[in-house]
């Protein structure tokens, strides 16, 4: 029965640590490319669009490969509601500015996300909540476990 116990104390201790470290490698992420120019194609800090952003940042920060394009990361995530959305789930939306006519962030929490806005705005954190994303938000997307390459 104690070794049961430590060895629960251990995976609490070992998930628990992980994610401490994913959550600082997130923010430092997020201050490392807040403010980037937004590049359509873009993957650069000379610019970067939105889902190669969020590549990247599944790449450095959750050591997880996703495609580079915004609607196959949109087929390689599993839907989920809106009120379900959990720190790193990515936010779709319909969107007329962009030549794909698709726009992706990642969740952060609260009601915010982290994208490659536009030429305009560039790399930043915005609400959902805004007009401007309650109009074109098509959904969200929590990677599909079995579709992750380590």
Not at 36 to 57: A, E, N
Not at 91 to 110: A, I, M, T
Request: hydrophobic share 35%.
């Amino acid at each position: 029965m104690k070794n049961l116990i430590i060895f629960l104390f251990l995976i609490f201790f070992h998930f628990q640590s992980n994610s401490q470290q994913r959550d600082e490698d997130l923010v430092k992420f997020i201050e490392k490319w807040e403010s980037v120019p937004y590049r359509f194609g873009g993957k650069t800090m000379k610019g970067i669009d939105c889902s190669k952003l969020t590549q990247k940042l599944y790449r450095e920060v959750y050591k997880i490969e996703i495609p580079g394009v915004s609607w196959e990361q949109w087929n390689f995530s599993d839907r989920i509601p809106k009120d379900s959305l959990q720190t790193g789930d990515l936010v779709f939306f319909k969107s007329r500015r962009s030549p794909s006519g698709w726009h992706v962030g990642l969740y952060l929490d609260n009601g915010y996300f982290f994208h490659a806005a536009n030429k305009n705005e560039g790399v930043k954190i915005s609400s959902l909540f805004e007009d401007v994303y309650i109009k074109e938000y098509k959904g969200a997307g929590r990677i599909k476990k079995d579709l992750i390459i380590k």
